[in-house]
């Protein structure tokens, strides 16, 4: 806080995103009840991955990747396979919804298996998560009848 002739300011060196929020200036005297005025505070800053979480799945069953990031602005996701951007098609869906990204396979073969990375990225920066879908092997029975 500094004070200058009929002026006070609030100066916030080196902010923190945790400082992000609502603060409030009260001015009063003894001639008239105190004013207020409110002024939100919203801290930018580029995107963390704050969870990635591989899976397995086998095949012909359903399989699900999910990738998490903290950002302000909100940040926008793509998926990779190799150095291929994945797009929603051919039984892949994304569900990206403000900060987490879901990819979704419908039907997994043998060719979905492997390493994906999930990129996320604002206006301040990019990050990116290595992600891996593995092949679950599903127990078998033996056959009562051999």
């Known amino acids: ?11 916030i060196q080196g902010i923190t995103r945790e400082q992000s ?3 409030e200036c009260k001015a009063a005297n003894e001639v008239a009840s105190a004013d207020v005025k409110q002024v939100r505070v919203t801290v ?6 704050t ?3 591989s899976n397995e799945a086998a095949t012909g069953r359903q399989a699900l990747l999910r990738c998490e990031a903290s950002a302000v602005p909100t940040p ?8 291929t951007r994945i797009n929603s098609a051919n039984g892949l869906e994304i569900k990206s919804t403000g900060s987490q990204s879901l990819l979704m ?4 073969t043998e060719e979905h298996y492997g390493n ?3 990129v996320a990225t604002n206006k301040l920066g990019v990050t990116n998560a290595s992600l891996y879908l593995y092949k679950r092997v599903l127990p078998t029975l033996p056959n009562p009848f051999p």
């Open 44 to 49: 930018n800053y580029p995107p963390t991955i």
């Open 116 to 118: 994906y990375t999930c």
């Open 1 to 11: 806080r500094e004070f200058e002739g009929e002026e006070e300011y609030l100066d």
């Open 76 to 83: 926008d996701f793509e998926w990779y396979r190799d150095d």
């Open 21 to 23: 929020g609502k603060y």
């Open 51 to 53: 969870e990635s979480k």
């Open 105 to 108: 396979v419908a039907n997994v």
